[in-house]
Nanobody
């Protein structure tokens, strides 16, 4: 089973940037579909972005053009670069890894966008 640990969250002003990291351990995630999800208070957990083992990416409409997901298989790490942040991006961000027969979630990292 893969373990996922997120980092990089924090408080940022509107228009600012953050880079989240998701470090995997226990096994290589090079063949996993990796993703970022977020959950705001009182709301459901929603997809933000995914990246396949081949590097194909998919984004929620709300973050297209502002967020970029990437992976470094040598470091067993996935990233989410978030630019032009808005208050509505405030949420707990979760890393997710999936392959047939295995799915894992991280514990989440808080991102707060506020002036």
């Amino acid at each position: 089973q893969v373990q996922l640990v997120e980092s990089g969250g924090g408080l940022v002003q509107p228009g600012g940037s953050l880079r989240l990291s998701c470090a995997a351990s226990g096994t290589s995630v090079s063949m996993y579909v990796m993703g970022w999800y977020r959950q705001a208070p009182g709301k459901q957990r929603d997809l933000v972005a995914t990246i396949t083992s081949a590097g194909n990416t998919n984004y929620a409409d709300s973050v297209k053009g502002r967020f970029t997901i990437s992976r470094d298989n040598a470091k067993n790490t996935v990233y989410l670069q978030m630019n032009s942040l808005k208050p509505e991006d405030t949420a707990v961000y979760y890393c997710h890894g999936f392959r047939i027969g295995s799915t894992s979630w991280g514990q989440g990292t808080q991102v707060t966008v506020s002036s």
